[in-house]
């Protein structure tokens, strides 16, 4: 998430749990041999994703409680995440707060603040479920495992990110640039797309398991 995250977005309120509960069976997927492995995100092992996708879970928890402070002001690039020792219990439950704190009406309404960004509480909302859904893409492919987003996430994700791109003409949406993906590619696909990826992606072959 960047400033140029658009002050609007087709945003219906939506339950975020379905797509953290995704997210936590992907991470429980992770083994300690997979931490150092690249990850879609450059620069980022899936040890750093993961401590990226923990922040971020409390950081949206606080914005849809209006719990302004240190886990929602600080910009998510301030720093390289990590994992702690106890991440395996920690990030499950950091998701289901997430999850819980967006089911409250009035977390959709108002003014937050998420990554030191004000924004009104339903383009918030929206960025979660874009986190979600795109990081749990990279986790996938990262680690070796299937994804399949929750539906109703991932129409939202691919409308805020669409939104992006067209604000920003394709140049610059909040993860970079668009990569071109053809138009009757799965709806996946085209959003991992709009978010600055590729979606034919795939671990290094060093890091695959052996045959």
Not at 2 to 11: C, E, H, K, R, V
Not at 98 to 109: K, Q, V, Y
Request: with cysteine; glycine share 10%; net charge negative.
């Amino acid at each position: 998430m960047t400033q140029d995250t658009p002050a609007t977005a087709p945003t219906p309120t939506l339950d975020l749990g379905p797509q953290a509960r995704i997210v936590a069976r992907l991470a429980e997927g992770v083994s300690d041999a997979h931490l150092a492995d690249a990850t879609p995100c450059p620069d980022l092992a899936v040890r750093n994703l993961l401590g990226h996708l923990a922040g971020l879970a409390v950081a949206f928890r606080d914005a849809a409680r209006k719990d302004l402070g240190p886990t929602t002001d600080t910009s998510p690039d301030a720093s390289v995440p990590d994992i702690g020792p106890g991440w395996r219990e920690e990030l499950p439950k950091a998701l289901d707060e997430l999850a819980d704190a967006w089911r409250a009406p009035e977390a959709w309404t108002g003014t937050t603040r998420a990554g030191g960004v004000d924004l009104p509480g339903a383009v918030a909302g929206a960025v979660a479920a874009d986190e979600l859904v795109i990081h749990a893409w990279d986790l996938a492919r990262a680690t070796g495992q299937e994804y399949t987003p929750d539906p109703a996430a991932l129409q939202v994700s691919h409308g805020f990110l669409a939104a992006c791109a067209e604000e920003s003409g394709g140049n610059g949406g909040i993860f970079g640039p668009v990569v071109p993906v053809p138009a009757d590619a799965p709806l996946l696909d085209r959003t991992v797309g709009l978010s600055g990826r590729d979606p034919g992606w795939t671990r290094p072959a060093a890091a695959r398991p052996a045959r």
